[in-house]
């Protein structure tokens, strides 16, 4: 049987964040990442966007041969994740079940904080997941919408987040968490400034490691021979998304491509002329 | 004749403060907006990508009877006004030459500031189009690509919001300019904390107030009667539109549709099976 890669898919950089991970654990095997960069950001896109989105991007990988598809952008797993499923013949593993699994696993009081984007913390996904696992744990959700703004613009560590890290924060801290999910892929890149912010004493859940021991499980019969190649596709500013990327992953990205989308507006109940005259 | 409306079609929201300043010189004209806030933010996207994008925006508001088409975004104005003017068969103004026109009416020193997104301070359009009019203009471009995400959260008066603006002006303020040019259409809304940052010796020129004032040259047989009818139209997330709209313009947003796509991913040279294996 012909090698097969892992699919993994985010609306921009944040997913590298899975992929390092994924890589790291898995030496031998294929990668084929997909950066939707000209849609990025999905935080504050609604429901339905997000969900066509999605599919897109999934179907893209199955076109690319994916063997199983990774959806690394919280905010696409909280919504459409029952839709991918059905939708593919190959598993689906989101971010959420993932990270909600290792909150629990480190909380102690059972007081867990998630941050997220607007799309991510409406949604309820983790709220939902963590509760299914210890219904009385109290969970305190949070929207950081400039967090991807600020990492996709390489401000991670400057002044400014860090104050408006502090003021995102200021309710989870002030209920006393025990630990604290970042739920957006994107998170991780800031993780020094957040980890200033909340101090020593919270626990810090990455989703991006979570869901990469996760994939353990779900894929017993990995490659174990020949070093896996990587192939990169992102929708838009192929250059930007190089650039980010070796900061990302401190190394260079070699296989890259831009891919392109037709497409044509269309308006479901267009006013007729006669209705405007 | 039937009567046909003036186009407008902006990113997300900025474009609206084009909108206001058309619909109070214009009370008696209808107004189809278009707010591509599904695809928000087209500052960081590549030529290319804002090309396209920008094309289908204005076949939609043909497609809705516009007799003049207002690029109300300066990144889609800055790169994709020669393809709209060949494309299409109604006049295509964008809020770049009324904004350097303006700005070199106001200038005593010819030293003028641009502030916008990445795409338009790349494009160097504000740049050419001032030196077109005072070729010995001393012009200091300087992108703030944050200024989008906080116009976007309602952050415009928030203390990093001016935190932010006095580190992305202060090279401008050394520079010792006389003007600033806010080369994106959701900079006005940040006007007062821009203010605050550059103090009341430097003359700010709001490009939704310039290309108004164009278009009352372009317009010279301008509807006399009735009111004029708006009509809103929005790619995504209609509620949070609605909400900074009525903050924007501080009345309710009445005739406001959500319109989709239809689309696909392609890609260009497709990796084969045969070059995986």
Redesign the interface.
């Known amino acids: 049987m ?2 097969r ?1 892992i699919g993994i898919f985010d609306s921009g950089v944040g997913g590298l964040t899975v992929f390092r991970e994924i890589r790291r654990r898995f030496p031998h095997e ?1 990668i084929v990442y997909f950066g939707d960069t ?2 990025v950001p999905y935080g ?3 429901r339905g ?1 997000v969900i ?1 989105y999605s599919v ?2 999934a ?2 990988l199955r ?3 994916a063997k199983i598809i990774v959806v690394a952008c919280n905010t696409a797993a909280s919504v459409a994740l029952p839709t991918l499923e059905r939708s593919f013949d190959v598993p689906v593993i989101g971010v959420i079940e993932p990270g909600a699994l290792a909150a629990e696993k480190l909380t102690r009081r059972h007081r867990i904080g998630v941050i997220g984007t607007e799309g991510t913390i409406r949604s309820g996904a983790y709220q939902k997941a963590i509760q299914r696992l210890y219904p009385a744990a109290e969970v305190i959700a949070q929207p950081c ?2 967090f991807v ?2 990492a ?2 390489g ?1 991670e560590e400057h ?2 987040a860090r ?2 890290a502090a ?1 995102y924060l200021a309710p989870l801290l002030e209920a006393d968490i025990d630990t604290l999910v970042l739920g957006c892929t994107h998170y991780p890149i800031l993780k020094q400034t957040l980890r200033q912010v909340v101090g020593d004493h919270i626990a810090l859940v990455d989703s991006a490691e979570a869901v990469s021991t996760w994939l353990v499980d779900m894929l017993p019969h990995s490659e174990s021979e020949g070093v896996g190649r990587d ?1 990169f ?1 992102v ?4 250059e ?1 998304f190089r650039r980010l990327a070796s900061r990302i992953l401190d190394s260079e990205v070699d296989r890259l ?1 831009q ?13 007729t ?1 006669e209705e ?2």
Request: glycine residues 4%; hydrophobic residues 25%.
């Open positions: 012909s090698r890669p294929d000209a849609r504050p896109k609604s966007t066509d897109q991007n179907r893209f076109q690319q041969g919408p400039l703004p600020l996709e613009e401000w002044p400014v104050q408006i003021e192939e596709f929708s838009d500013n192929e930007k491509q891919v392109s989308l037709g497409e044509t507006w269309y308006v479901e109940h267009p006013i002329p405007r005259a």
